[in-house]
């Protein structure tokens, strides 16, 4: 066990492009985490006098049209928006992979039936599906979290799915079942870890899927709302002042390019790690 993750590790190191999202996702967290203390202003406090001010030492990041620090913004934003995606991707994982495993293992009708449906979930686009969920809900932190969870839940089911068809006929499984495991101990001791591994990849991917679309959804009025920071409001509020005062509008949207990039980055890196196909096809 020790031998086999120095070897995944010494893999890690040598992907200059992996490493470079760890660090990405890593220190937006620890952004999100100590927020409230590193944060050098309010969020919500208000400079009357210092209205669109430029990057300075005070404001590192400047302010917006009613004063307040841009770079307190983003780093409490970075809280909503990490909470929020990962709460989302938290129910899609649990909801999809559940239909997954039940779809693959009992097969036949329930399996037609239960893919249907998630095919046509998966047949809208994501930020128009979210839109309805969150129009009918209404604007709420749990609303867009169920919203989000319900779009990307069909991805995991496909995931969760496809694995269980790969492993269930497999020799092993096929003996525990001859002396007579249950299905539980099947699913628990068997299948469960063969599928980890595409959930575990799948997670990071969706992760920037998730924030992409909670700052759709704030950027059109329907996440988080005001006066609270999220990095889709920041940017929808400072478009207006785009030629005046750019960095109202920049820094929000370099902050989603970056934790959606280190994501995607991560995601590629534990896909190689973790799948032994592409492994083999690197060694």
Same mark, same amino acid.
């Given at each position: ?10 893999? &890690?190191?040598?992907? #200059?492009?992996?490493?470079? *999202? ?9 952004a999100a985490v100590l927020s409230p203390w590193v944060a050098? !202003?309010?969020?919500?406090? +208000? ?5 669109? $001010? ?21 780093? !409490? ?9 990962? $709460?989302?991707? =938290?129910? $899609? ?10 779809? *693959? ?9 239960? +893919? ?24 709420? %932190?749990? !609303?867009? @979290? ?7 839940? #069909? ?13 269930? !006929?497999?020799?092993? @499984?096929? =003996?525990?079942? $001859? ?13 469960? #870890? ?28 329907? *996440?988080?709302?005001? %006066? &609270?920071?999220? &990095? ?14 750019? &960095? ?8 989603? +390019? ?17 799948? %032994?196909? +592409? ?5």
């Amino acid at each position: 066990m020790d031998e086999e993750r120095r070897r995944r590790a010494v893999r &890690w190191s040598q992907r #200059p492009l992996t490493v470079v *999202g760890t660090v990405l996702v890593c220190a937006y967290a620890l952004a999100a985490v100590l927020s409230p203390w590193v944060a050098p !202003h309010d969020p919500l406090h +208000m400079y009357p006098g210092l209205a669109l $001010a430029g990057p300075s030492l005070r404001f590192p990041f400047g302010t917006d049209e009613f004063g307040r620090c841009v770079f307190s913004r983003i780093l !409490h934003g970075a809280r909503v928006s990490l909470f929020v995606a990962g $709460a989302s991707v =938290a129910t $899609a994982l649990i909801l999809g992979t559940t239909v997954g495993l039940v779809a *693959g293992l009992r097969g036949g009708r329930l399996d037609n039936v239960l +893919m249907r449906v998630m095919d046509v979930v998966f047949a809208f686009p994501s930020v128009l599906l979210a839109l309805f969920v969150v129009g009918v809900l209404g604007p709420a %932190p749990a !609303h867009i @979290v169920v919203a989000i969870g319900l779009v990307y839940a #069909p991805q995991f089911a496909r995931v969760s799915r496809a694995a269980v068809l790969t492993v269930r !006929h497999l020799e092993y @499984v096929e =003996a525990a079942r $001859a002396l007579g495991a249950s299905e539980l101990r099947i699913l628990r001791r068997h299948i469960l #870890p063969n599928v980890a591994a595409p959930l575990i990849v799948q997670v990071s991917l969706t992760l920037s899927l998730a924030i992409l679309t909670e700052s759709a959804l704030s950027f059109l009025g329907l *996440g988080t709302q005001p %006066p &609270w920071p999220s &990095w889709g409001n920041m940017l929808s509020a400072g478009r207006r002042f785009m030629e005046l005062a750019p &960095w109202v509008a920049v820094f929000p949207g370099a902050s989603i +390019m970056g934790i959606v990039l280190g994501f995607n980055l991560l995601g590629d890196g534990l896909q190689e790690l973790l799948d %032994p196909r +592409m492994r083999s096809e690197h060694t």
